[in-house]
């Protein structure tokens, strides 16, 4: 019936037409008439078609609508990704946002300009909102109490009345959650009502309950899951599959095989084994096998695809699967029997593919390495069968990575922060982790295994979701090279992989490498989840998907069912599932980042009040008539230096060069410098840190001496031009003075 509808509405020569005359078209009784009825709305909550004035009904994409889930920047502007997958995104300026908020879906309709390369629209309709509670700060002028929601992306406030009936007194300053109940256009604020109140923001838990609250995150699973859960577990009372499970699987029992994982790891979801033959090698990489345990359409199932991912959150994990599971039955925990899905690769000694093989089995890991203790087995010389494994694995790791590099995968990798947390919640220290070869060895494994599976699916032709990175717009590139141009760094035509490689490459090599290596990541486009097989841009892999974290990623969940179960995929299914978890999975990465800014917030703020502030090294990431921009790598964190923080000097800007100029200690700062601040201020409501430059006192009193003989002499000579210039009228000379005067200012 659907398809028919839609056909009809799509038809040259359809005319908008209204219920009773739909039903005529498609030839259907009066008597099913609330069916069509039904079926019309849900199209038109979907965004497939549209009701017009007088009830008539249009095909959406006909009148250039398209629908869509919205990103709004913190800046306020809105980018839609169209929900049929391979269509370009669509920006939308914050004067077209109308009543549009991040995670919505929308439908929007087109704006043609001549000479547009990219697509840009207008919010014409909310089709489903994604959140209607929101957390902020509550707040009172003269007239009204307001709440000021703590994501930037949100409205700017919401009107609210006396709070009445949330458990707790409500107090001006607390933190509070607000249900939005009336918000009719774009140009009025909305109106709502606080739910419940948090309690003051530096009260202990405050911070991060509110991160829980404002991304809808759950604290507990529902008790038909962990029911289920427990079921599952107390049937096998020694923590391990039957024998029956195992029955039919290939018995990689015997094989020594081992896991690698951060040191704080509980959940682990793949292993791996190597041997030689002959002159090639075997690899097999094991993945818990969670679809044994969560069948489709169970408690577990639907709370695992609603939840879409796990997150983790500074000091805690939200679990995709309760811990009877993540942790326990599917995590392949040493000396005991675990349900794998194996890929079974066969390796050439250059490390290229001979072939690859797709069955169940089940293993019994023989260590679990943390990264550092496998860094340190392949910093020594072997001592064991496994010690040798892991030196044969990390070789062949590297030759796979050479070979993906010379294919054209792109280095973007930027060492990570792990904040360690006292016992109070506060920050205690901040750790680097870099991207060393034990990482290494289980990411190209990984890689490995996530394109074998993708080519696999592709060759058998069964929908799934795949995990897909799409190219940069041109013009993104292209404004990208004009920026690494103007600071004279050679660069070629990025629009070709083979230049990108090599001014990534090049960067490596100049100071300023860092600062346009993430100018470069910003114009690339955001990995997404697409029913579509789009290839990866970053990987340079034409064939990619998620397989190899099922306990943490629902996306690989499915992949595991496409690829091993009879029951096919619908392709409405895969796509309303790629959009979730797309979406899941950008809301689990916002999650994650403030949970860490709310502590380094916390932590600064300390630093301040204490008035001994710790001094950081830093990154000059771009620079502006008002400060410059830089990255704090040691706190994971970027900043503006407000030129205000600088009392000591007062800085020109060179609009043509980016230069920023002392006037008095003719200091310059350009972009890709490597500065030392300390903080300055910190605005948690707007989520923005400023820094202050700190200077060396050495360096600035070797700076200032010339500076002061250069004074010394412009003044001698303006007191003898003035003695020999000819008398000026009254008032002359009166405007440029207040000229300058502006320009102090």
């Known amino acids: 019936m659907e398809k028919k509808l839609l056909g009809l509405l799509g038809s040259e020569d359809y005319i908008p037409s209204n219920v009773p005359e739909l039903l005529s078209q498609l030839g259907m009784k009066p008597n ?11 199209l038109e909550k979907q965004g497939k078609i549209l009701r017009t004035k007088g009830n008539r009904y249009i095909e959406a994409e006909e009148a250039d609508l398209v629908p869509g889930v919205i990103q709004v920047t913190r800046g306020g502007r809105g980018f839609v990704m169209p929900d049929e997958g391979g269509g370009a995104e669509i920006s939308v300026p914050e004067s077209k946002m109308d009543t549009a908020m991040h995670g919505d879906r929308v439908l929007v309709r087109l704006d043609f300009k ?4 990219d697509r840009s629209g207008s919010v014409v309709r909310i089709l489903e909102r994604r959140r209607t509670q929101v957390v902020g700060t509550l707040q009172r002028t003269k007239q009204f109490l307001h709440v000021t929601p703590d994501d930037p992306r949100l409205p700017g406030v919401i009107y609210v009345p006396e709070p009445r009936d949330v458990g707790r007194k409500a107090i001006v300053g607390d933190k509070v959650v607000v249900e939005i109940t009336q918000w009719g256009s774009g140009k009025v604020a909305p109106e709502g009502e606080v739910i419940e109140v948090l309690g003051p923001p530096d009260e202990e838990g405050v911070d991060m309950l509110s991160v829980l609250r404002n991304y809808d995150l759950p604290l507990h699973f529902p008790k038909n899951v962990l029911n289920e859960a427990h079921a599952i577990a107390k049937s096998r009372p020694d923590n391990q599959p039957s024998a029956q499970e195992c029955a039919g699987r290939v018995d990689c029992r015997p094989h020594n095989v081992v896991t690698i994982d951060p040191d704080d790891a509980k959940d682990f979801d793949d292993a791996i084994c190597m041997q030689r033959e002959g002159e090639q090698w075997r690899l097999w990489v094991h993945i818990a096998d969670v679809s044994h345990y969560v069948k489709p359409g169970s408690a577990l199932d639907v709370e695992a695809s609603k939840r879409g991912n796990s997150t983790y959150l500074v000091d805690r994990v939200i679990p995709m699967l309760p811990e009877a599971l993540s942790n326990e039955l599917c995590s392949l925990k040493p000396n005991v029997d675990r349900l794998t899905k194996c890929v079974e690769f066969v390796m050439s000694k250059h490390g290229q593919v001979v072939s690859a093989k797709f069955y169940s089995a089940v293993i019994r890991s023989k260590r679990r390495f943390t990264y550092k203790e496998a860094f340190a087995v392949l910093q020594a010389p072997p001592n064991n069968e496994t010690e040798q494994m892991l030196h044969d694995a990390h070789e062949m790791a590297q030759k796979i990575r050479h070979l993906r590099f010379k294919n054209g995968s792109l280095d973007l990798d930027f060492p990570e922060n792990k904040i360690r947390l006292d016992e109070n919640g506060k920050v205690l220290r901040i750790e680097k982790i870099e991207n060393d070869v034990s990482h290494q060895l289980i990411e190209e494994f990984m890689l490995l295994a996530n394109e074998a599976v ?16 799409e190219s940069p717009k041109e013009k993104r590139l292209n404004d990208f090279r004009e920026e690494v141009l ?27 490498g860092p600062a346009l290596k993430i100018g470069f990541l910003r114009s690339l486009m955001r990995a997404r989840y697409a029913m579509e097989p789009l290839g990866h841009y970053g990987l340079a892999k034409p064939k990619y998907t998620h397989f190899t974290s099922p306990i943490r990623r629902y996306a690989d969940l499915v992949v595991h069912r496409s690829l091993f179960d009879k029951a096919e995929l619908q ?7 790629a959009s979730h978890i797309s979406a899941t999975e950008k809301n689990s990465a916002d999650a994650e980042r403030d949970s860490k800014e709310v502590k380094l917030y916390a932590y600064l703020k300390a630093q301040l009040v204490s008035r001994k502030p710790h001094s950081y090294e830093a990154l000059v990431t771009e620079v502006r008539n008002f400060g410059f921009f830089v990255d704090v790598p040691d706190l994971g964190l970027s900043g503006v230096v ?3 923080a600088i009392p000591d000097d007062f800085f020109i800007f060179d609009p043509v060069t980016r230069l920023l100029t002392g006037r008095h200690t003719r200091r310059v700062i350009r972009l890709g410098d490597n500065v030392v601040v300390q903080i300055y201020k910190v605005d948690s409501a707007r989520k923005q840190v400023d820094f202050k430059l700190v200077v060396n006192p050495q360096e600035e009193g070797r700076s200032r001496k010339p500076e002061k003989k250069g004074r010394e002499e412009r003044r001698e000579r303006d007191r003898r031009e003035i003695k020999s210039a000819p008398p000026r009228k009254p008032g002359h000379g009166h405007k440029r003075a207040q000229q300058n005067k502006k320009r102090k200012r």
């Open 32 to 42: 099913q008439q609330q069916v069509l009825q039904g079926l019309l709305k849900r």
């Open 114 to 117: 001549p000479g547009q390369q």
């Open 454 to 469: 993708a080519g696999r699916l592709m060759g058998l032709n069964r929908n799934s979701v795949y995990r897909v990175h």
């Open 486 to 512: 103007s600071h004279r760094v050679p660069c070629g035509d990025l629009t070709h992989r083979p230049e990108v490689q090599k001014l990534l490459a090049r960067l490596q090599t100049l100071p300023i």
């Open 571 to 577: 392709a409405g299914d895969a796509r309303q599932i």
């Open 642 to 644: 407000p030129l205000s």
